[in-house]
C-alpha cells in the first residue's frame, strides 16, 4: 500500500503560479514512477505530467509543456508540480499518483492515488 497526501492547491489570477506537492507513505513509492492527473467538473480525469522513478525522465500533457515542471525527492519521497502562467482552463483538482510497475514516466495504469487538491484559477 502506498499513501499519498498532496498539498499546495488554492485560487489563483490567470498567469500566476502555484506548486502543488505530494507526500507518500508506506510502500516505498521512491522505486515507481509518479504522476500529477487533473479531473475538472463534468470532464475525466486527465494526464498532466510524469516523473520516472529516478527523477530523469519527465513527461507532459502538451497543454501544459513549457509551463509546468514536475520534479521528486526521492530522500523525501515527494513529488512536486510547479506550475506557472496559469490559465482558467488549468482549474481543477489535482491529483498525485504512483505506478508500481516499471521506471518510465508513464501517462496510465497508475495503482494509487491521493486524495486530491483543488486549483482554481480566476479570469
Known amino acids: 500500500q502506498v499513501q499519498l497526501v498532496e498539498s499546495g492547491g488554492g485560487l489563483v489570477q490567470t498567469g500566476g503560479s502555484l506548486r502543488l506537492s505530494c507526500a507518500a507513505s508506506?510502500?516505498?513509492?521512491?522505486?515507481?514512477?509518479m504522476g500529477w492527473f487533473r479531473q475538472a467538473p463534468g470532464k475525466e480525469r486527465e494526464f498532466v505530467a510524469a516523473v520516472d522513478c529516478n527523477g530523469a525522465d519527465v513527461n507532459y500533457r502538451v497543454s501544459v509543456k513549457g509551463r509546468f515542471t514536475i520534479s521528486r525527492d526521492n530522500a523525501k519521497n515527494t513529488v512536486s508540480l510547479q506550475m506557472t502562467s496559469l490559465k482558467p482552463e488549468d482549474s481543477a483538482v489535482y491529483y498525485c499518483?504512483?505506478?508500481?510497475?516499471?521506471?518510465?514516466?508513464?501517462?496510465?495504469?497508475?495503482?494509487?492515488w491521493g486524495q486530491g487538491t483543488q486549483v482554481t484559477v480566476s479570469s
Open positions: 499518483a504512483v505506478r508500481v510497475s516499471g521506471c518510465y514516466a508513464s501517462t496510465f495504469g497508475y495503482d494509487y
Open positions: 508506506g510502500r516505498t513509492a521512491r522505486s515507481y514512477p
